[in-house]
């Protein structure tokens, strides 16, 4: 089928998309779906959905992880029952929340690669229109509208991959997020500060092999050589950038320590490992965020909670 008549059934089958979450990754979303749907930006100081107005026919989970519940409930309220949503969110347990609450055969799982965030001014940046990877879910109906979101967003310049098994890909991404995001936030550094630094990237090439251990014991083998490349392929491609953990801890609020480094901690545990590096990394940053700190700590001993497991 050609590329306009691909679109144009594609825009048949849907007609709005929910946003939940409108930070700097569901800003990069909301600017690859602009024009090509109706678009309903959710965020915790706007309403979902308004009394007699339509469901949506998809709902794209681009809040920080500390807000997946909340989003979950927002999915409920708003989604289609032939709907799909699909998460694109940093760390383990969003899909496991999303499916508790929406039935698996509607919910998505993928990972999106892309620097974005704001600058002191507010403007919103980006360093492109990023990339994501993600997988059909069970339900057919819903397997067609996640089908019909991804020309929209191919049609936005958004490379998408859908694969067959996404859990690839969602721990990749878990290592280069555990490596860099707690660094740049506890150091206040840059991924080039970082890089350049010869302490602080020994740190990281440390954090990549005891992520990639566990990430192989999960089921999910990563050598060591590929995981360091990785975290020094990302600071070379964005120098200037820092983690959006930075931009949460210097502005206050809840981050997303608890489902990476945590989530590894986790992990490790189960499976009679230690992590000590990876909970050094979650201890630093809650305790530089002492509303989180009290949560930290039990989560830390309590084990599995929430984190997906290997299959």
């Known amino acids: 089928m050609p590329p306009e008549a691909c679109l144009r059934r594609s825009r048949r089958l849907i007609r709005r998309i929910a946003i939940l979450g409108m930070g700097a990754i569901g800003q990069v979303v909301a600017l690859a779906l602009e024009g090509r749907a109706d678009l309903v930006k959710v965020d915790r100081t706007n309403a979902p959905l308004r009394d007699g107005e ?51 055969s509607r919910v998505a799982l993928g990972v999106i690669y892309v620097g974005a965030g704001f600058r002191a001014d507010g403007s919103h940046y980006a360093t492109g229109a990023g990339r994501i990877q993600l997988a059909r879910p069970s339900g057919a109906e819903s397997a067609k509208r996640l089908d019909a979101v991804v020309d929209l967003l191919r049609a936005g310049s958004v490379e998408v991959e859908v694969v067959g098994d996404p859990w690839p890909a969602v721990w990749r991404k878990l290592i280069a997020n555990a490596v860099m995001n707690a660094p740049s936030a506890i150091f206040d550094a840059t991924y080039a500060d970082i890089a350049g630094d010869p302490a602080r990237s020994l740190l990281c090439d440390a954090l990549a092999r005891e992520s990639a251990a566990i990430a192989g014991a999960a089921g999910f083998p990563s050598s060591e ?28 609020r809840e981050t997303e320590i608890d489902a990476i480094n945590g989530a590894l901690v986790r992990e490790a545990a189960r499976r009679g490992m230690t992590a000590p590096l990876n909970e050094s990394m979650t201890v630093i940053v809650s305790a530089l965020h002492p509303r989180a700190t009290a949560t930290a700590r039990p989560a830390l001993a309590t084990g599995v909670a929430g984190v997906h497991q290997a299959h």
């Not at 989003?71 to 929340?97: K, M």
């Not at 990302?234 to 206050?252: K, N, Q, T, V, Y």
Request: aromatic share 4%; glycine share 8%; charged share 25%.
């Open 54 to 104: 339509a469901p949506v026919d998809a709902a794209i989970v681009t809040t920080k992880t500390p807000g997946t519940r909340w989003a979950a409930e927002q999915a409920a309220r708003v989604l289609a029952p032939d709907g799909v949503a699909l998460t694109i969110q940093n760390g383990l347990g969003n899909y496991e929340i999303l499916v508790e609450r929406l039935g698996r």
């Open 225 to 252: 050589r590929d995981a360091i490349a990785a975290w020094r392929g990302i600071a070379r491609a964005m120098p200037e950038h820092r983690s959006s953990m930075h931009a949460d801890l210097r502005r206050g």
